[in-house]
């Protein structure tokens, strides 16, 4: 394919802030630009630089809620956004004459991008950050499942992060199947370079400090186990999102005698995330819920054994890692002692991830949404 003049428009119409500087918003239009594609950025407002990359900013409208109920509001705003940022997006998409269009799932965008798309000759991929379940009572499922029903009529292709996600979602909505496709999400190996550093006995977590996360399943499975392997840590990098569940942890820690045993080390910058990754020996992501974790992703890349729970995109770990129930902590715990107890099987495993890992780059994603929609064409 000739890239020169061809444009890639990637369209966040939410802020873009410091925290996506290692995700898919930030990184996917900046690795079309590394592929030699002419990537542009449309944002709401970006509050972070994209080296090789134009960054158009929409603007951000919050209006007033009053006493209207929550609900309501929400469709309004919902409804005045999308009327505000369509209005701008024409002039934009007319003025930079797109090849693709990567969008997030905001369906009342998608009629427009639909009609701009046969004018401009471009094709509409929205990249969907969900596990494919639609959750609610039962006039919600149902309004949601007509609704991704019809709004799908607009786009190309629609893409979700794990086989698990697409799965889901087919029975949730069985006519999403002939335009549901796999991308995995990558990790930013620009950022994340491993440095040459001796293996300590780790246990790492990296996730939000919240109920979902499972953290207070890996402390009571460590615990478990702590007394067989007294020279292990437990780590827990990541910030704290319930202060509530916080204080129930570290009593947790206190109650089951680990203090000295489990740092709770907060959140950290890129490079301190480096050292963590490089100098632990075993990730455990015990999610009870993920659309596709990244940091899962990251621990592969560093050569780490990983022990996550079956949540979304937990299938990039089979085969180079150990899969188990959300919420099983005997089966947590017995996973942990079988990596903390085999350092054989731990180099072996390390060795395994690095290679799946080299797959699951942010430009092996960006590749393949290109291949999928020439698959399409």
């Given at each position: 394919?000739?890239?020169?003049?061809?444009?890639?428009?990637?369209?966040?119409?939410?802020?873009?802030?410091?925290?996506?500087?290692?995700?898919?918003?930030?990184?996917?239009?900046?690795?079309?630009?590394?592929?030699?594609?002419?990537?542009?950025?449309?944002?709401?407002?970006?509050?972070?630089?994209?080296?090789?990359?134009?960054?158009?900013?929409?603007?951000?409208?919050?209006?007033?809620?009053?006493?209207?109920?929550?609900?309501?509001?929400?469709?309004?705003?919902?409804?005045?956004?999308s009327l505000y940022h369509g209005l701008k997006l024409v002039r934009l998409l007319?003025?930079?004459?797109?090849?693709?269009?990567?969008?997030?799932?905001?369906?009342?965008?998608?009629?427009?991008?639909?009609?701009?798309?046969?004018?401009?000759?471009?094709?509409?991929?929205?990249?969907?950050?969900?596990?494919?379940?639609?959750?609610?009572?039962?006039?919600?499922?149902?309004?949601?499942?007509?609704?991704?029903?019809?709004?799908?009529?607009?786009?190309?292709?629609?893409?979700?992060?794990?086989?698990?996600?697409?799965?889901?979602?087919?029975?949730?909505?069985?006519?999403?199947?002939?335009?549901?496709?796999?991308?995995?999400?990558?990790?930013?190996?620009?950022?994340?370079?491993?440095?040459?550093?001796?293996?300590?006995?780790?246990?790492?977590?990296?996730?939000?400090?919240?109920?979902?996360?499972?953290?207070?399943?890996?402390?009571?499975?460590?615990?478990?186990?702590?007394?067989?392997?007294?020279?292990?840590?437990?780590?827990?990098?990541?910030?704290?999102?319930?202060?509530?569940?916080?204080?129930?942890?570290?009593?947790?820690?206190?109650?089951?005698?680990?203090?000295?045993?489990?740092?709770?080390?907060?959140?950290?910058?890129?490079?301190?995330?480096?050292?963590?990754?490089?100098?632990?020996?075993?990730?455990?992501?015990?999610?009870?819920?993920?659309?596709?974790?990244?940091?899962?992703?990251?621990?592969?890349?560093?050569?780490?054994?990983?022990?996550?729970?079956?949540?979304?995109?937990?299938?990039?770990?089979?085969?180079?890692?150990?899969?188990?129930?959300?919420?099983?902590?005997?089966?947590?715990?017995?996973?942990?002692?079988?990596?903390?107890?085999?350092?054989?099987?731990?180099?072996?495993?390390?060795?395994?991830?690095?290679?799946?890992?080299?797959?699951?780059?942010?430009?092996?994603?960006?590749?393949?949404?290109?291949?999928?929609?020439?698959?399409?064409?």
């Amino acid at each position: 394919m000739n890239k020169q003049n061809k444009t890639v428009v990637t369209i966040v119409p939410s802020a873009l802030s410091g925290i996506m500087v290692k995700k898919d918003p930030v990184c996917i239009p900046y690795e079309f630009s590394r592929l030699g594609f002419r990537s542009v950025l449309i944002t709401g407002r970006a509050l972070v630089r994209v080296p090789g990359v134009e960054v158009y900013e929409l603007g951000l409208i919050s209006p007033r809620r009053g006493s209207i109920p929550l609900y309501v509001y929400n469709i309004l705003s919902s409804l005045a956004s999308s009327l505000y940022h369509g209005l701008k997006l024409v002039r934009l998409l007319v003025r930079v004459r797109p090849y693709l269009v990567l969008t997030y799932y905001y369906p009342l965008l998608l009629p427009l991008l639909s009609i701009l798309g046969r004018v401009l000759r471009f094709r509409v991929v929205v990249k969907m950050d969900w596990d494919g379940v639609i959750r609610g009572g039962r006039v919600k499922r149902f309004v949601r499942a007509l609704s991704l029903a019809l709004f799908s009529r607009f786009v190309d292709l629609m893409i979700v992060e794990s086989y698990e996600a697409l799965l889901n979602a087919v029975k949730s909505v069985p006519s999403l199947y002939p335009k549901l496709r796999v991308v995995y999400n990558g990790y930013c190996d620009e950022l994340l370079k491993p440095v040459n550093t001796s293996r300590e006995l780790i246990v790492l977590t990296v996730a939000r400090v919240e109920p979902v996360k499972g953290v207070h399943d890996l402390i009571t499975a460590f615990a478990k186990v702590a007394s067989r392997y007294p020279q292990w840590r437990l780590r827990i990098v990541g910030p704290v999102t319930d202060r509530e569940y916080f204080s129930k942890l570290v009593n947790l820690v206190n109650g089951l005698g680990l203090n000295g045993r489990v740092d709770f080390v907060g959140p950290i910058s890129d490079s301190q995330l480096v050292e963590e990754y490089s100098r632990a020996s075993i990730f455990v992501l015990p999610s009870y819920m993920e659309g596709s974790s990244i940091a899962r992703v990251e621990a592969m890349a560093f050569g780490l054994p990983v022990i996550t729970t079956e949540t979304g995109g937990s299938e990039v770990v089979r085969g180079v890692g150990i899969i188990i129930k959300p919420g099983d902590v005997d089966g947590l715990a017995r996973a942990l002692d079988v990596l903390m107890g085999n350092e054989a099987l731990r180099i072996r495993l390390s060795e395994k991830a690095l290679e799946r890992a080299k797959s699951l780059t942010w430009r092996s994603a960006c590749e393949r949404i290109l291949k999928l929609v020439f698959l399409q064409t």
